[in-house]
């Protein structure tokens, strides 16, 4: 029988899927050290606008205010319409009938003053390189709206999106298309004749991209690269991604007070701005190929952990205020261990031993050299100071991700003594990873245990005891 209500359901559903939001990125050799940003709205919004500027990084742990280098905000409604800028990174617009905002990026001011090359995007002479949320802002209460991005270089040059990756011809333009505004937050642009882009030879569809201001072995990084990412994708059995880039800047220091080395991960991505010395060529020493290897896997780890699961704090994201998380040490110690042995299960198996075991005694040596204020506090605790103070207090950072993979390793012998090693932690989060999906979720530690512990038919008690001895500090 025809009804009213499935009527009205199904206008509704007509309606949503129109909801949509269109954001154009444009870059011009006339105005070098800027982006121009619109966001164009499929139908007029009918309440007042606020648009927010992002301060924060998913798993960044800091706070770095994009919005200082935000300019030329304009709306339009009908007609061009007033934009009233608020505290904090906000800009308000009280017409109704909102269909375009629009703004200009100063990307040169930004990454002069933003120190931390994984923090900042980059203009320079042939190449543009931008971290999503770094020039993106959102539309506050239609952040889950799906997103169409469209991207317009300068005549000729080749364009690339992390969302949709692919060996870019020189259109000058791409697009691509962000489930909501945290796929297209979390993801990159990058354009121009000095990018290369190279689709990896491997099973899976992984790309990477290449900015160098030094000659550097791009072959080279693209073979580690996948190696690691190859390495990581055994030890979890399948990936959450149908596509990943790695996403590499190589740059020549802007001043002494810019810091190069630190990088990040993303849903589909991961990024890695480093400095000068960590070009490849003839004479790089194999422990620093190695380490690089490791740096890899460590950030394709956490395309899983903490990217689909993760504990109290880490979503949803708090785009104007980095969010105070729980559970550090389990994002950055848990992932690091998971790439020890993901790295360690491919090579043979006294040097995997001896591999495993260096690592170990090198975060027992890091703990160790901490001052006694840092390394006896409690994690939780350690954790809520960390979400602001990471890497700038990299002694915070240190310590939560050595206790973290300390703890993990515990856990793992508790796991391989109780079911006389026919299970591993691996098999505790793969389950676990699954369990993050599907719950869609974050994990209360109190849950911890028992989520590690069921899946390998364990004493959840075991795990517990050893989860909290590493939390109370010591
Ligand atoms: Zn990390």
Request: aromatic share 10%; with cysteine.
């Amino acid at each position: 029988m025809f009804c009213l209500v499935t009527l009205l359901f199904h206008l509704s559903v007509v309606v949503a899927a129109q909801q949509s939001l269109a954001y154009l990125v444009q870059y011009s050799n006339e105005n070098a050290a800027r982006i121009h940003v619109q966001i164009v709205t499929a139908s007029p919004i009918t309440s007042p606008v606020t648009m927010v500027i992002p301060r924060a990084i998913p798993s960044g742990y800091a706070q770095e205010f994009y919005d200082r280098y935000v300019d030329r905000v304009k709306a339009t409604t009908s007609s061009e319409t007033p934009v009233k800028k608020q505290d904090g990174p906000r800009w308000r617009v009280e017409q109704r009938g909102l269909t375009k905002i629009e703004y200009d990026v100063d990307v040169a001011r930004l990454e002069q003053e933003i120190f931390d090359a994984s923090a900042a995007s980059k203009v320079r002479p042939e190449y543009v390189g931008l971290l999503g949320y770094s020039v993106l802002g959102y539309l506050e209460g239609f952040e889950n709206l799906p997103v169409r991005l469209e991207v317009d270089g300068p005549r000729g040059w080749p364009v690339f999106s992390t969302l949709a990756p692919k060996v870019p011809s020189d259109t000058s333009r791409t697009v691509a298309e962000a489930r909501n505004f945290y796929e297209l937050a979390d993801s990159q642009i990058a354009m121009g004749p000095k990018l290369e882009v190279r689709r990896l030879s491997t099973d899976v569809s992984l790309f990477l991209a290449v900015y160098s201001e030094v000659p550097t072995d791009v072959k080279k990084h693209g073979e580690i690269f996948a190696d690691a990412f190859m390495k990581v994708l055994a030890y979890f059995a399948i990936g959450p991604f149908d596509h990943y880039t790695a996403f590499i800047e190589i740059l020549k220091p802007l001043s002494e007070r810019h810091s190069y080395g630190f990088s990040m991960e993303h849903l589909t991505s991961s990024t890695y701005f480093l400095g000068a010395t960590r070009a490849i060529d003839a004479n790089t020493s194999p422990q620093q190929l190695e380490l690089d290897r490791f740096n890899f896997a460590h950030h394709v780890t956490h395309s899983w952990i903490p990217k689909h699961v993760y504990g109290t704090g880490y979503m949803p994201f708090t785009w104007e205020l980095a969010p105070e998380i729980d559970t550090i040490w389990f994002n950055e110690g848990f992932a690091r261990y998971v790439t020890i042995e993901a790295l360690a299960d491919a090579m043979p198996e006294t040097e995997g031993k001896k591999f495993r075991q260096q690592r170990l005694d090198s975060y027992r040596s890091l703990i160790d050299s901490m001052p006694g204020f840092i390394s006896s506090m409690s994690l939780l605790k350690l954790s809520r100071v960390g979400s602001l103070m990471y890497s700038d207090d990299f002694r915070i950072g240190q310590t939560l991700f050595s206790k973290g993979a300390l703890m993990a390793a515990a856990m793992d012998a508790a796991i391989r003594k109780q079911t006389r090693g026919r299970k591993r932690l691996r098999d505790s989060l793969r389950a676990l990873v699954s369990w993050g999906e599907h719950s869609g979720r974050a994990f209360r530690i109190a849950e911890l245990p028992g989520l590690i512990a069921r899946p390998v038919g364990v004493s959840e008690q075991s795990i517990r005891t050893i989860v909290n001895e590493w939390l109370r500090g010591n």
